[in-house]
């Protein structure tokens, strides 16, 4: 969340190798989102436009969400950093900064959280992702996904045991912008299912009826 179009637009830029990226420009929309959608990691700029950063961290910590948080912003008085911790901050780095160091905060919360492994593979039961070059095995076997349906794979598992509603997994995979409706998860979540039955995996995606859908990881159930 950063009122500031280009500085938001350049962290974007130089996180987009290893991330999806979502800008918001003032509290009050950077709050629904947080809300709505499920994200790895929120970079939250202080003075904000329509409601401030710390009242933004207020409000996502008292609905329960427990994404990590670094704030990014030019105060930096103590007060400042020892008010945005007691909020429920995980990281806090001031303006001016330097784009390595945010990209190494950055990497540094979302290996903590478990959302970025240093080899870039995700493996949950017989199923291995390379995010680095979108090859998928499942016992040692390659399965063949178009880019949405790889998109929506990964989404899954990077999610394991958290049930996403249709409306996150659409506006995620699809942006609320498209051209498409939202019928199109339904479509996709049964051709992903359809690829995955071979390896035995299409069980492990749940329907959670009216919400949404949960992929369930065998070893923590």
Do not use: C
């Not at 103590?78 to 909020?87: A, E, Q, R």
């Amino acid at each position: 969340m950063e009122d500031d179009e280009n500085l938001a637009s350049n962290i974007a830029t130089f996180l987009s190798d290893f991330s999806e990226v979502d800008i918001e420009s003032d509290g009050l929309s950077g709050k629904f989102a947080a809300t709505e959608n499920v994200y790895d990691l929120i970079i939250l700029d202080i003075m904000l436009p329509e409601m401030n950063g710390y009242d933004v961290l207020k409000n996502i910590r008292t609905d329960g969400i427990n994404t990590p948080v670094l704030i990014l912003t030019a105060k930096a008085e103590l007060d400042d950093k020892v008010h945005g911790f007691n909020l429920g901050a995980d990281d806090y780095l001031t303006k001016p900064f330097h784009r390595e160091e945010l990209l190494v905060r950055v990497k540094a919360l979302l290996k903590r959280s478990g959302a970025l492994t240093d080899d870039s593979i995700i493996k949950i039961n017989n199923l291995e992702v390379n995010l680095n070059n979108h090859e998928i095995l499942a016992n040692r076997q390659k399965i063949e996904l178009n880019g949405k349906e790889y998109d929506l794979l990964v989404y899954l598992l990077q999610n394991k045991n958290t049930i996403l509603t249709k409306d996150q997994i659409f506006e995620r995979i699809w942006g609320f912008d498209s051209d498409t409706s939202i019928t199109v998860v339904e479509v996709y979540m049964s051709n992903l299912r359809k690829k995955l039955r071979p390896s035995g995996n299409d069980n492990l995606i749940k329907t959670i009826r009216n919400v949404g859908y949960i992929f369930q990881d065998e070893n923590e159930i």
